[in-house]
């Protein structure tokens, strides 16, 4: 709706398995090479995406890659063989930091960072892999990668004139989406405001394509496709002064996305939690993030770098979560 259709798709979305292939105990905990628990782990957090875990342990990039030089999805390709698969207890991510300036301009190796931003750049980096070669593709070819046909959804704004009442739609695809906590105590009353129309006056009017003047208008967000993996950031940092909400946001074990859909009739879209990062400290710029991930097994663990240590979903419930991953 909206979009033109795909020129052409390069991964078929009747290939991506939502369970997990085979199931085993949990794999590595990962070695901190000075500053790197932001990085450490998102990449536990992919490591235990099913979907994502499933593709890369099949090869199938690896063995159709042509890209010279840095390949992020080469790179994790490796690094989840060796998590999933080694006997170590510990592995070194080398590759990963070695080649952290080509994930995000951003990141130095010897200096702390902020794992969303990891999570946010290090998925567009697997989505260039998917992409290398194939820079003719239209928009809607580059969102049928298998990153995006695992994480990538839609949103759809509508912008209603308050004069006229005249309306315009318009999508945009995500990989993760992004929620105010200032008011909201938990992940639903966050959602729900995420997609509560917004009044747009004053500085923020818009120019009416039928008034064809400047004039107050409504804005509304929601999810018009929906993910199979939606990954959600808490918005805990203010990004001017560095600081933190500490509180505790709640969020469930199970969550339906359909009443933020644009079609709020049908079926519950039910997802369950199979990740979450958190983050102890006072500002983005210090502290230390942590994570919890569901293994094969169907166990969770709480993985801090080198450590995994098996824990309760009750446990998992009581975290001052940071970023949130669900699955279909």
Not at 70 to 88: D, G, N, P, T
Not at 160 to 184: E, G, M, W
Not at 261 to 270: I, K
């Amino acid at each position: 709706e909206g979009m033109d259709l795909p020129q052409r798709i390069p991964f078929p979305p009747e290939e991506i398995c939502m369970d997990w292939h085979q199931r085993q105990r949990p794999g590595a905990g990962l070695c901190n090479l000075g500053s790197t628990c932001y990085i450490n782990v998102i990449l536990q957090c992919l490591t235990y995406t099913p979907p994502l875990a499933n593709y890369l342990l099949s090869r199938d990039h690896s063995q159709l890659c042509h890209q010279q030089g840095f390949c992020m999805m080469c790179i994790m390709e490796v690094h989840v063989r060796k998590v999933l698969r080694s006997s170590a207890n510990v592995i070194w991510p080398r590759a990963v930091v070695r080649d952290l300036k080509f994930i995000g301009e951003e990141f130095e190796p010897d200096l702390a960072g902020d794992a969303y931003e990891f999570l946010r750049c290090a998925l567009e980096a697997m989505q260039r892999a998917c992409l290398s070669g194939s820079s003719e593709v239209n928009i809607s070819s580059q969102t049928t990668t298998i990153i995006h046909q695992i994480f990538g959804g839609f949103l759809k704004s509508r912008v209603t004139c308050l004069r006229c009442q005249a309306v315009s739609n318009s999508y945009k695809a995500f990989l993760h989406v992004l929620l105010d906590i200032k008011a909201p105590s938990s992940l639903t009353t966050a959602l729900e405001h995420f997609v509560t129309p917004k009044k747009l006056d004053g500085k923020y009017c818009l120019k009416c394509s039928k008034c064809e003047k400047m004039v107050a208008a409504s804005k509304r967000f929601t999810v018009h496709c929906a993910p199979k993996v939606l990954t959600v950031c808490l918005k805990r940092f203010d990004c001017f002064t560095g600081g933190k909400i500490s509180k505790i946001v709640e969020y469930p074990e199970y969550l339906d996305l359909r009443p933020y859909m644009s079609d709020t009739a049908g079926e519950p879209l039910l997802y369950s939690l199979y990740a979450l990062v958190v983050h102890s400290g006072d500002t983005c710029l210090d502290g230390h993030f942590f994570c919890y991930t569901k293994a094969s097994n169907g166990l969770w663990y709480k993985m801090d770098d080198e450590s995994v240590d098996n824990c309760g979903i009750h446990a998992v419930l009581r975290q001052q979560a940071y970023l949130l991953f669900y699955a279909r």
